[in-house]
């Protein structure tokens, strides 16, 4: 048991330092340039972002069945839609309460984690994301094809 932080900045030395304080063992691991066998391994991911688009370590989460608890920034809400909790951006003890709640409880982590995988493989899995592109290739051609001129040309 314990936390695995996963990433680097320049407030990690002040992380290291509260976390020496904290009840639980808390791991740095730093950056890592693939961290698939880290989600295997996890309980649960979280991910406090101030600023997001769409997470793709978000995705990777959710394809391992892992629950989610994230910040309520860019495309966080509508990738994970009932795999886990949203909480404010920059709100601290709402993100604590958020995991405690789900760390706690095995059996909403296991329902959380089994709807977010689901979820990702419907949206984001290939047949969807093949459809997607088909459906963005057919309305680029019909808008081009109703944008030609109708009618004939004497040359």
Do not use: K, N
Not at 4 to 32: I, S
């Amino acid at each position: 048991d314990g936390l695995l932080v996963v990433g680097d900045g320049p407030a990690r030395a002040q992380l290291e330092a509260v976390a020496a304080r904290a009840t639980v063992p808390v791991r740095f691991c730093g950056y890592r340039e693939e961290g698939s066998e880290l989600l295997a391994a996890g309980d649960l991911f979280v991910q406090p972002s101030r600023s997001e688009g769409l997470p793709f370590a978000l995705l990777e989460a959710m394809a391992h069945a892992l629950p989610v608890v994230a910040s309520d920034v860019g495309g966080v809400r509508s990738a994970l839609g009932d795999g886990g909790r949203l909480v404010p951006a920059g709100e601290p003890a709402a993100l604590a309460v958020a995991i405690r709640e789900v760390a706690t409880d095995p059996a909403l982590r296991q329902t959380l984690g089994a709807v977010a995988q689901t979820r990702v493989r419907r949206e984001f899995g290939v047949a969807a994301m093949l459809g997607g592109l088909h459906e963005a290739y057919e309305a680029a051609c019909e808008a081009r094809w109703r944008s030609r001129p109708v009618g004939l040309s004497v040359a």
